[in-house]
Nanobody, 113 residues
């Protein structure tokens, strides 16, 4: 199983980023997926989840209205669109397979002017 995140980087407050996570090594369409983040000096926290078919999404209360997660099962990829970012969005963002419990290596997002 391999999960590879991309799309992180430096963005100004108020800006947007779209993160991607490409999966391989398992039947991607059979599993829900999640996004987590770990801010500097803090514990990893759940950001959002998406069901196996993509029809059901859930968000942490702190992220509602700030991001949208989706997936394309033809590309074995999930996405996290983040808008109107503030400095609290600075973190390493990870994707994870639900149930199987595999993690990607993470992608760094820095929100700073």
């Amino acid at each position: 199983v391999q999960l590879v995140e991309s799309g992180g980087g430096l963005v100004q407050p108020g800006g947007s980023l779209r993160l991607s996570c490409v999966a391989s090594g398992f039947i991607f369409s059979g599993f829900g997926m999640s996004w987590y983040r770990q801010p500097p000096g803090k514990e990893r926290e759940l950001v959002a989840t998406v069901s196996s078919a993509g029809g059901v999404t859930n968000y942490a209360d702190t992220m509602k209205g700030r991001c949208i997660t989706s997936r394309d099962n033809t590309k074995n990829t999930i996405y996290l669109q983040m808008n109107n970012l503030n400095t609290e969005g600075t973190a390493v963002y990870y994707c994870k397979t639900n149930i199987l419990g595999y993690w990607g290596q993470g992608t760094q997002v820095i929100v700073s002017s």
